[in-house]
DNA sequence: CGCCTTTGACCCGCGC
DNA sequence: GCGCGGGTCAAAGGCG
């Protein structure tokens, strides 16, 4: 693919040394230096917004050539074409068929710790159905159906992450044959598409690669989320990104807890803009 | 009263 | 068959 050399040097100057003033009025320095952190926040907000935009252009492009390399290679099944019903016989029980898993998302939401409920509010209607502990995860898992039409039939599996409690991994099952509430029927921004696990060693309807993924970062602890891009499904040249995002960034330990707080901001934003 | 969560039982596929 | 692990059912209870 033609790779449009991105500059990854962000030319992040935070001038963490502030001047030394002289000692007459110290409260006027303080107001200085208030003044200071605002501008300096607002030009890393602004900062911030341009770095996620081209994050998303960038993920939009890499989704669409991803979902263009997936209609070349497999015929793509159409999902009104899926039979009826999800079985069929054999000799004269019935069984079911395996292989019909419509598309399986993947959705990483970052939340405090202290958030026991793992209720991720994303839109829709869920109505929780069960919860196992799994083997190699102590926080359990739960499983939650869309009860927004009652013929739905997404589910999704919520469980935190292992080892960081404030990382909480969603797994969407299926589409919704219905609308989004009275919420506006354009689409949901898309932040961060991952793969489908749709290498079933002997699938004979193979899954579309269709999926939308959306993460949502509430980050209340300075720190990125490269462990959880790498650790998933992503693509490669999504993990170089985000590494190489990540690494311009932590490198000055200051600039965290700013992008913290702007991230926060925006995240409010956000969420009054959408009205979650 | 309707919709939700909780929670143990149940089911089912898989490996031994 | 049996045990195990993951997924689902459904009765019981909570809540506005
Ligand atoms: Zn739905």
């Known amino acids: 693919m033609d790779s449009p050399t991105v500059n990854l040097s962000l030319g992040i100057n935070l001038n963490s040394n502030p001047p030394h003033y002289p000692d007459d009025d110290p409260t006027d320095h303080l107001v200085e230096e208030l003044n200071r952190m605002n501008t300096e926040n607002e030009r890393l907000t602004k900062l911030l917004t341009v770095v996620c935009e081209n994050y998303k252009t960038t993920q939009t492009q890499l989704a669409d050539l991803v979902m263009q390399k997936n209609d070349n290679n497999r015929k793509r099944v159409a999902e009104d074409d899926i039979f009826p019903t999800n079985y069929y016989v054999e000799g004269d029980s019935y069984k079911r068929f395996k292989e019909i898993k419509t598309d399986v998302s993947r959705v990483l939401v970052r939340a405090d710790p202290s958030n026991k409920s793992l209720v991720v509010k994303d839109g829709y209607q869920w109505r929780k159905y069960g919860q196992k502990v799994t083997r190699d995860n102590p926080s359990p898992r739960a499983y939650y159906k869309c009860s927004f039409a009652p013929n739905c039939p997404v589910k999704k599996k919520v469980q935190r992450s292992v080892e960081d409690a404030s990382i909480i991994v969603a797994t969407y099952e299926g589409e919704h044959n219905h609308t989004m509430s009275s919420s506006s029927p354009r689409e949901p921004h898309q932040n961060l598409v991952s793969t489908t696990s749709s290498s079933s060693p002997r699938a004979k309807s193979v899954s579309a ?68």
């Not at 960034?249 to 992008?259: D, I």
Request: with cysteine; proline share 4%; net charge negative.
């Open 209 to 276: 690669g269709h999926n939308k993924d959306v993460e949502i970062d509430r980050m209340h602890q300075p720190k990125l989320c490269t462990d959880v891009v790498a650790e998933g499904t992503a693509p490669l040249v999504q993990q170089f990104l985000v590494e190489k995002m990540a690494s311009s960034l932590t490198r000055n330990p200051s600039f965290t807890e700013a992008l913290a707080a702007a991230i926060s901001t925006k995240i409010l934003e956000y969420d009054l803009m959408d009205g979650w």
